[in-house]
């Protein structure tokens, strides 16, 4: 083959992977609220998150690493279940960048977190998980019953 077949060829794959890129996009935004269409949304709303935290000076290094290594994974075309499979396809992104995510939230203020996400805050919320109790008393122990000694 050609050089110029091998070009016309990339150019047409790539022509087509837009172009599913662009029907996925709008099948996405048809979908019924609820939990299948905050899944749909989850991505994008991930990969602005990495760019918005990436560039914020309030967010150590570590957390700048994970998110941008969750960003990277996103983008990448190299994925450990391949993303034309329905439904399953995207899940190794979605749970990297989850994980990249709970772990930029333990180093994180909650609030630019908050602020960063584009999405739902619900959301990023359920992602997260409870915020952390600094300042708060300890809870409170119960004493043990005494254990009895068989004889």
Same mark, same amino acid.
């Given at each position: 083959?050609?050089?110029?077949?091998? $070009?016309?060829? /990339?150019?047409?794959?790539? #022509? !087509?992977? %837009? *172009? @599913?890129?662009?029907? &996925? =996009?709008?099948?996405?935004?048809?979908?019924?609220?609820?939990?299948?269409?905050?899944?749909?949304?989850?991505?994008?709303?991930?990969?602005?998150?990495?760019?918005?935290?990436?560039?914020?000076?309030?967010?150590?290094?570590? $957390?700048?690493? /994970?998110?941008?290594?969750? #960003? !990277?994974? %996103? *983008? @990448?075309?190299?994925? &450990? =279940?391949?993303?034309?499979?329905?439904?399953?396809?995207?899940?190794?992104?979605?749970?990297?960048?989850?994980?990249?995510?709970?772990?930029?939230?333990?180093?994180?203020?909650?609030?630019?977190?908050?602020?960063?996400?584009?999405?739902?805050?619900?959301?990023?919320?359920?992602? !997260?998980?409870?915020? @952390?109790?600094?300042?708060?008393?300890?809870?409170?122990?119960?004493?043990?019953?005494?254990?009895?000694?068989?004889?």
């Amino acid at each position: 083959m050609a050089l110029r077949d091998w $070009a016309v060829a /990339a150019a047409g794959a790539v #022509g !087509l992977l %837009v *172009a @599913s890129w662009a029907l &996925l =996009i709008l099948l996405a935004r048809r979908l019924p609220p609820g939990v299948l269409r905050e899944v749909a949304g989850f991505v994008p709303d991930c990969v602005t998150a990495v760019r918005r935290l990436r560039r914020d000076p309030r967010v150590p290094r570590r $957390a700048k690493v /994970a998110v941008l290594v969750a #960003g !990277l994974w %996103v *983008a @990448s075309p190299v994925d &450990l =279940i391949p993303d034309f499979l329905p439904v399953v396809g995207a899940l190794d992104d979605l749970v990297v960048v989850a994980l990249a995510l709970r772990y930029a939230g333990r180093r994180v203020p909650r609030e630019v977190l908050l602020a960063a996400w584009p999405g739902e805050p619900q959301l990023i919320e359920r992602l !997260l998980g409870t915020p @952390s109790t600094q300042g708060c008393p300890a809870p409170v122990s119960r004493p043990r019953p005494a254990l009895r000694r068989r004889r």
